[in-house]
């Protein structure tokens, strides 16, 4: 025993079993080594056998589908530490009819496993029946190595189950109109013209082609517009950019909303679409909600302008839209009419007659371009009138026009423009204007303001105060409370209706407009034109308000989406509080006494300064008021503290900071009690004999 130690690591024992001192486990010799016998069940039937080991260890519910078999059990995690709260795992195994040459598939049933989670499993249970080198296993061993790896595959990051395409929207890309007006004016040596109409319906238009550096100029100009147009339009309430970038709803005002039809007059924001290649393809409108009928003038209308208007930006386009949507709507119509109308071949007579009319084409036709269709000029096109021209390429998208009340725009007969207006300005466009953008207005031809309040904030110490009852041409007063700096208000009031949404301007010195308040606003029915007896409705932003007339019991209401205060300039009133003084230097340190702790030769135990509102200025005193100044003193409201030199709110007795006291030391005991003529018997020593007389005994003893 002890040469075989010496003289290796290993030795063959007695039985022929190879040992090694580095293994605990012995191996076998290699002639020893058997395969595992294979049950005659399994070599005659191994899809039976197999499906019988299933059936005695999980007792599932069995189903035949096509041949196949489909074993529904439940499997529980054998991991004591399993991490996740699953009691156990449903399975659905299929196994193939011709099995094992066709491999098994499991499907996952848990409700409360997300589908991501339960195809991880699936996948994981799928790689290992493939898996070479578990070629040979039973379907009973593959539940156990799916016990094993179950935590494995559901900490796996979950699998994909939608996939998210990104909608692209199309609407933007308008196509080639179906019919064109060709009009080809010819010379020959007989001047003879001929008008042809001929129809593209069958033909497509050709494919416009552009350089790298043209793409490029106008994917720089389309950035700069939309950001223009984002900057602007961004904080409106109905502002929405759809996510591909190329649809916008963009609200809008028509400017001559009554004018327009039935059908477009609740418009109150349209559908702008800005292709990828603007301004080489031009942009174009859709109004929701709206009748095709009614709708296909105006967008036909907006996008003619911008075929001729290719310098106009986009905000220049929506300007254009919100002053001329009423023209827009008929002219377009009127044109559609004159298209049908032409069909036969007209002689030269006729074209001269409509170009003397007014009635001309805009250009002649590109032999190149066929696709083009152009559109005669409406006669109301012609007609110009500088009082009424409109300019097209205004950048400023406002709500608040001055011209709502003229109506010569776009028809045929016009005043004399030396003739001055008729209507007098009722409001004086002074001041801080109201305005209420997106004014909704149902049953209600008018609208005023019966009772404004607001709430203002101080010029000099920026402290709100809140001014409640203004009324039409009547200025109030009021003071800082915290400053005592003194403003005045005033209200004009002006009308609210489907053209104007200007309430009002604001009178304001000292102070500065920063919300309104609840106010009382006086609605006209707009059946039978009687006003809301007063005071009125009371309403506020944002809130929906409905009521019934008096008169003829019709239903309306109206809403204030939101209110704006724009300063127009400065108020007419003269300034109430005079030209702002210098900063005083009284000379005293925060945190330390004031001269003598603020008495003075008058009052020998007032330890304060006060500041007089009649003049701003701090004095000891009234009586060094009165001797200082030359006009009475008024109620001094603010105080400086003795004890700590801090500037605060009238106390009677304490300061508000550092709590010291202002007037004298309190009486720790005696007979009248702060001169009230009172006995605190409790306070007073024991050697007062009146500590233990009783009530009226003096009397008696007279």
């Known amino acids: 025993m002890t040469g075989s130690s010496a003289t290796g690591a290993s030795r063959t024992g007695e039985y022929g079993m190879v040992q090694d001192r580095q293994q605990a486990v012995t191996k076998p010799a290699t002639s020893r080594v058997v395969s595992k016998p294979v049950p005659i069940t399994q070599a005659q039937n191994p899809r039976e056998y197999q499906l019988g080991q299933i059936r005695r260890r999980y007792s599932p519910k069995e189903t035949v589908q096509n041949g196949g078999t489909q074993l529904k059990f439940s499997l529980t995690p054998s991991d004591p530490n399993f991490p996740f709260e699953i009691s156990a795992l449903e399975c659905l195994l299929n196994v193939p009819k011709d099995y094992p040459l066709s491999r098994p598939s499991l499907k996952v049933g848990n409700q409360d496993i997300p589908r991501g989670f339960s195809i991880n499993v699936e996948d994981g249970f799928d790689k290992l029946t493939q898996d070479p080198k578990y070629s040979r296993t039973t379907l009973l061993e593959f539940m156990k190595l799916l016990d094993k790896n179950l935590e494995t595959f559901l900490s796996a990051p979950k699998a994909e189950t939608v996939k998210l395409v990104l909608n692209r929207d199309i609407r933007h890309l308008s196509s080639a109109p179906s019919k064109a007006l060709n009009i080809v004016a010819s010379s020959s040596k007989d001047e003879t013209v001929t008008n042809t109409v001929t129809s593209n319906a069958t033909s497509s238009a050709p494919v416009l082609s552009f350089t790298v550096q043209e793409k490029a100029e106008a994917a720089k100009r389309r950035e700069s517009e939309v950001r223009q147009l984002e900057a602007r339009m961004g904080r409106l309430p109905l502002y929405k950019k759809a ?85 827009l709507a008929k002219t377009v119509i009127e044109s559609e009419k004159k298209h049908v109308a032409v069909t036969p071949p007209a002689p030269l007579e006729d074209v001269t007659s409509q170009m003397g009319s007014g009635i001309q084409p805009e250009g002649q036709r590109d032999p190149e371009r066929s696709h083009i269709q152009y559109i005669v000029r409406p006669a109301e096109w012609t007609i110009v009138n500088t009082g009424d021209v409109e300019t097209d390429s205004d950048d400023v998208y406002s709500y608040d026009t001055e011209d709502e009340s003229e109506d010569g725009e776009g028809e045929a007969s016009v005043t004399d423009q030396d003739q001055p207006s008729q209507v007098p300005t009722s409001t004086q466009e002074k001041g801080t204007a109201i305005s209420f953008p997106f004014m909704e207005l149902y049953g209600i031809e008018l609208l005023e303001i019966a009772s404004l309040n607001i709430a203002v904030k101080c010029e000099r110490c920026k402290d709100a105060t809140e001014i409640k009852g203004l009324k039409n041409g009547v200025a109030k007063s009021e003071s800082c409370k915290k400053c005592a700096a003194n403003f005045s208000i005033g209200f004009r009031r002006d009308f609210v209706h489907a053209n104007a949404t200007r309430a009002g301007f604001l009178d304001l010195e000292g102070c500065f407009v920063h919300d309104m308040l609840p106010s009382s606003f006086v609605p006209t029915c707009s059946q039978c034109s009687t006003s809301y007896p007063l005071p009125g409705i009371i309403s506020v932003q944002g809130e929906n308000t409905s009521n019934v007339c008096r008169e003829c019991h019709q239903k309306f209401s109206f809403k204030i989406p939101s209110v704006k205060f724009l300063r127009i300039t400065s108020s007419h009133l003269p300034p109430s509080s005079g030209p702002r003084r210098k900063k005083e230097s009284l000379g005293i340190i925060p945190g330390t006494e004031l001269p003598r702790r603020g008495r003075c030769g008058h009052y020998a135990k007032s330890y304060r300064w006060f500041r007089f509102s009649c003049c701003q200025k701090v004095y000891p005193c009234d009586k060094c008021h009165d001797e200082a100044e030359e006009h009475p003193n008024e109620w001094a409201n603010r105080m400086i503290c003795g004890w700590c030199s801090r500037e605060g709110n009238y106390r009677p007795e304490d300061c508000g900071s550092c709590r010291g006291v202002l007037i004298g030391k309190k009486s720790t005991g005696g007979f009248w009690e702060g001169g009230k003529g009172t006995r605190d018997k409790v306070k007073m020593s024991r050697k007062d004999k009146r500590k233990f007389r009783r009530p009226g005994a003096a009397n008696r003893a007279l």
Do not use: W
């Open 243 to 327: 996510s591909d970038g190329i649809a916008y709803t963009i609200p809008i005002l028509p400017r001559r909303q009554a004018d327009l039809p039935a059908g477009i007059k609740a418009v109150k924001s349209i559908q702008l679409f800005v292709p990828l290649l603007y301004p080489l393809h031009q942009c174009r409108i859709q109004l929701e909600g709206v009748d095709g009928d009614q709708s296909t003038p105006v967008e036909k209308g907006f996008e003619q302008k911008a075929k001729e208007q290719t310098g106009l930006n986009l905000m220049g386009h929506i300007n254009y839209l919100a002053q001329n949507m009423h023209n």
